[in-house]
């Protein structure tokens, strides 16, 4: 009995020193070395969840912003515009007003490329233009539904006589008050005989309209 007595002091003994010497290493681990052990605070900034960065689509990608496309289509001309010349009389102050289908040229352009246009055409008008008075353009509205041109004319009261003039080296017809244009013309003055290049330099009168016709006949190219 004592043997084994002996036996069993031999074995509690050493674990009952063990278990003190375990408590006592953790309470001084811990009185030395606090809040070494944490665990993760749903709380704090460093564990915001993801969903506070970029928003995810449903695959798991970043979204990016749609960029915002304008429903308005750009308003260019077409074969349904009204097209309105309103021809202005600069001597008179009388307007009148023509309604046409868009010429041919001029369909498919937005605003700025008919004015670009409209501007060339006034830097050079047609010659049937230019007889009539043309002075110059300007465009009034521009809409897919309706476009409005001004043209200005300062038209030439009719006259008995005339007077045959050189302005930038072409023929140009004034009325007998030789102020007034009546008529530009594309006849050089250097294409004409020289006895005649004087008279136009100086101003050839022409007495009738039989008279100014039958001198553009015989020297227009």
């Known amino acids: 009995m004592k043997f084994i007595k002996s036996i069993s002091l031999f074995f509690i003994y050493p674990c009952i020193m063990f278990g003190i010497g375990l408590y006592v290493g953790i309470f001084l681990d811990d009185y030395f070395y606090p809040n070494q052990i944490q665990t993760p605070n749903t709380h704090d900034s460093s564990y915001v969840r993801a ?14 912003s749609a960029v915002p496309v304008s429903s308005k289509e750009e308003e260019v001309l077409t074969a349904d515009t009204e097209y309105v010349i309103e021809e202005y009389d600069t001597k008179r102050d009388t307007l009148v007003e023509t309604v046409w289908k868009v010429p041919a040229k001029y369909l498919g352009m937005d605003r700025e490329e ?42 030439a009261e009719p006259t008995e006589s005339f007077y ?27 294409s004409l005989p020289e006895y005649l290049q004087g008279q136009v330099i100086m101003g050839m009168f022409m007495e009738d309209e039989a008279a100014l016709y039958h001198f553009l006949e015989t020297y227009s190219s």
Not at 121 to 136: D, I, N, W
Not at 173 to 188: K, Q, R
């Open 114 to 155: 008919f004015v670009q246009s409209m501007e060339l055409y006034a830097l050079s008008p047609p010659l049937s233009e230019q007889e009539r008075g043309f002075v110059g353009l300007e465009v009034r509205s521009f809409s897919a539904q309706r476009v409005v041109v001004r043209m200005n004319y300062a038209y």
């Open 164 to 190: 045959l003039k050189v302005e930038d080296n072409n023929i140009v017809v004034y009325c007998d008050d030789e102020e007034t244009v009546y008529m530009y013309t594309d006849i050089s003055a250097q």
């Open 51 to 64: 969903e506070n960065s970029a928003p995810s689509s449903q695959y798991g990608l970043p979204e990016t």
